[in-house]
């Protein structure tokens, strides 16, 4: 049984689809109008639905608007969009934006040639084909690389869209034009259009959904994160710290440390606030270099600091805390510092015991003359 299909609905209906999302995504960069990749994805969804416009009038309209104008904006649109998915992973880096730029321009001249001097249906849609080919690729690379699974599956999801270009590309070749034009009524073109329509539809949630995760992903670090220096806030810090204390393993001893920069309000007073701030980023920077992946490293407030040492005893603990010292006071700073530490080492014990033991020890750091630590 043959089964016939109007293109001109079926574009139609991939009209409602794009201009759904394009709704869906003006509402929401309303409030987000510097979101670069939001921006771009918005530009992308209005050059499809500008090129699902004009394929709509195919044959009712010059073919110079309904396939050159319109293939240049869909190759356009698409070339964006994917821009904006490898941007939303923080893989578009300077350099592989240009070549982006590149692959456009020149896959737009290479376009308008063939129109020109080349203009037959399997020479245009195996060009595009190939083309669109290569501009989806990086969005299956980043896929693979990327830790998120749905990215993953969007990569995936990408590469049903590689494989579908390359094949109609070569059957451009091999298949009779009457039987693989999409305005020919047939089983063909109902299988590639509503296979078109599907991944359009699907990468469009896709992207919304992307944009969810960032969006999640930037308030756990908001949440947790101290904004000026970039650790642990006293939050996540004594949330992650009450976790690893009650859970510890018997006969295992952790070492926690608390210190703060000596003289910091002068420091403050002397140089400037910008200074004082540049004096924490550069201590937390010199600090990170010397810890361990499990090792807990937060900010309580103002210029005080906390270190949970995961399974260093007393001895391994005071080797660190001398080092620490000494690597911060040999920095090159723009205000030369130095910080005094209270440090304990226990098996088993409450966080706010062991804050309130080093906070003892740090006092009596500062009263035996500053930088130095004082073991309670």
């Known amino acids: 049984m043959e089964i016939y299909v109007n293109s001109t609905i079926i574009t139609a209906v991939l009209f409602i689809g794009f201009l759904f999302t394009l709704i869906m995504v003006g509402a929401y960069g309303f409030t987000h109008k510097r979101d670069s990749t939001l921006n771009r994805f918005f530009l992308a969804k209005c050059l499809q639905i500008t090129a699902v416009s004009l394929m709509v009038f195919r044959g009712d309209i010059p073919d110079v608007l309904s396939i050159w104008l319109a293939n240049i904006a869909l190759y356009a649109g698409t070339s964006l969009e994917v821009a904006a998915l490898v941007n939303l992973q923080g893989f578009l880096r300077p350099k592989m934006r240009l070549i982006y730029i590149y ?27 190939f083309l669109t080919a290569i501009l989806l690729s990086p969005v299956c690379l980043v896929g693979f690389r990327s830790s998120s699974l749905l990215m993953k599956v969007v990569g995936l999801l990408y590469g049903v869209g590689v494989i579908f270009s390359i094949v109609r590309g070569f059957s451009s070749f091999f298949i009779p034009i009457q039987s693989f034009t999409l305005y020919n009524p047939g089983v063909l073109q109902l299988v590639v259009l509503l296979s078109f329509y599907v991944l359009s539809n699907l990468m469009n949630l896709a992207f919304l959904l992307l944009m969810k995760e960032k969006v999640d992903r930037e308030l756990v670090i908001l949440a947790n994160q101290d904004d000026l220096t970039g650790i642990l806030n006293r939050r996540a810090f004594t949330r992650s710290a009450e976790d690893l204390v009650r859970h510890n393993k018997k006969g295992m001893q952790h070492s926690f440390l608390l210190f703060d920069v ?9 140089y400037g606030h910008l200074a004082g701030d540049q004096v924490l ?81 740090l006092y009596e750091a500062k009263k035996a003359g500053r930088n130095q630590f004082k073991r309670w």
């Open 262 to 270: 000596d003289h910091f309000k002068q420091i403050n007073d002397t």
């Open 103 to 129: 692959v456009t321009i020149v896959g737009i001249m290479g376009f308008s040639i063939l129109f020109i001097f080349y203009n037959t249906e399997p020479i245009r849609i195996a060009y595009y084909s």
């Open 281 to 361: 980023q550069d201590m937390t920077t010199t600090i990170q270099g010397q810890l361990t992946d499990k090792d807990l490293f937060g900010r309580y407030g103002g210029d005080e600091f906390a270190i949970l040492l995961v399974d260093k005893g007393i001895e391994a603990s005071n080797r660190f805390t001398e080092q620490l010292i000494s690597s911060l006071h040999s920095t090159k700073s723009i205000v030369p510092y130095q910080v005094s530490i209270g440090i304990t080492t226990f098996e088993t014990s409450t966080l706010e015991e062991l804050y309130a033991c080093c906070d003892e020890a």
